[in-house]
């Protein structure tokens, strides 16, 4: 009977020792879904690939279904990266303690967010009294929270200027409902909003840029604290390696709407979580 016991908890040892030795083959990433999902894939696949090859491991993306999603995955280490906005950073930093921001596209230093209108009487968010608008996701930092805190700083609360706010949950949603006339404006980060553009997505001819904010530190790929050091050094190496001189790698840095890759810091987001706490949405 003794003998039937070791052997049993020497399989049992022997068995959670290959799930953790299988986890740790595999580098499971996902993203804020600030696009169709689709898209987020379509985005990622060559980008995976790219890090397979040089991590040499294998890489799984992981969809959530909404933000707050993603923070929780990577506090419970159900993922090991994450591309997040600059407030799902906060979020995620505060939330977990030592989540490390590795790397941001070079323009994510001076993002903006613009605002659009197919209104053509609409000139400025004053013209907008009393009509409806529309913000991204809650958790946004470039759909929403950063426009908020700058509209609160010109003396614009949106639910007492606005005869309806709406969240859209995206930034093509947002361009989408405009152009739709469901939303008289709304604002959405400007990466997507030039993508939209180049790819004729959205009609310029009814859909404008009125106004754009001033400028805020924005996205980053970001770890969690106690994920191997050598491999979060592997991961950084990968991305700052990618070259546009190269056509393949150029090729995933469109894709990713980068130039290129730059490393950043927790100090970049310290404006972020300032302008959250003044717009009530962090205790």
Do not use: C
């Not at 230093?109 to 009509?131: H, M, Y």
């Not at 969690?224 to 700052?240: H, M, S, W, Y």
């Amino acid at each position: 009977m003794f003998k039937q016991t070791l052997a049993l908890a020497a399989g049992i040892a022997l068995s959670v020792s290959a799930v953790f030795a299988h986890a740790a083959d595999v580098l499971k990433v996902s993203a804020i879904p600030d696009e169709a999902p689709t898209e987020l894939l379509r985005k990622f696949k060559p980008l995976g690939a790219y890090l397979e090859q040089e991590l040499g491991m294998k890489v799984e993306f992981v969809p959530v279904a909404d933000y707050a999603a993603v923070v929780e995955a990577l506090a419970a280490d159900r993922i090991d990266m994450a591309w997040l906005g600059g407030f799902t950073f906060v979020q995620a930093r505060l939330k977990t303690g030592n989540a490390v921001p590795l790397v941001q596209r070079e323009q994510d230093a001076e993002f903006t967010s613009k605002f659009i209108t197919s209104d053509p009487a609409v000139k400025s968010l004053q013209d907008l009294k009393g009509k409806t608008f529309a913000f991204g996701s809650v958790s946004s930092t470039s759909g929403s929270l950063m426009p908020r805190y700058f509209m609160l700083q010109d003396g614009i609360k949106p639910e007492d200027f606005f005869s309806r706010v709406a969240y859209s949950g995206a930034h093509d949603a947002t361009a989408a409902w405009v152009q739709a006339d469901k939303a008289d404006a709304g604002v959405l980060n400007a990466s997507v909003w030039q993508k939209l553009v180049d790819a004729g997505k959205v009609d310029t001819d009814k859909v404008k840029v009125f106004a754009t904010t001033p400028t805020y530190y924005d996205y980053n790929w970001t770890v969690r604290g106690n994920l191997d050091a050598d491999l979060q050094a592997k991961i950084k190496a990968a991305f700052l390696a990618l070259d546009p001189a190269k056509p393949e790698q150029k090729a995933i840095l469109d894709l990713q709407a980068a130039s290129r890759f730059i490393e950043t810091q927790p100090a970049n987001y310290e404006g972020i979580e300032e302008a959250a706490r003044a717009a009530g949405l962090l205790k």
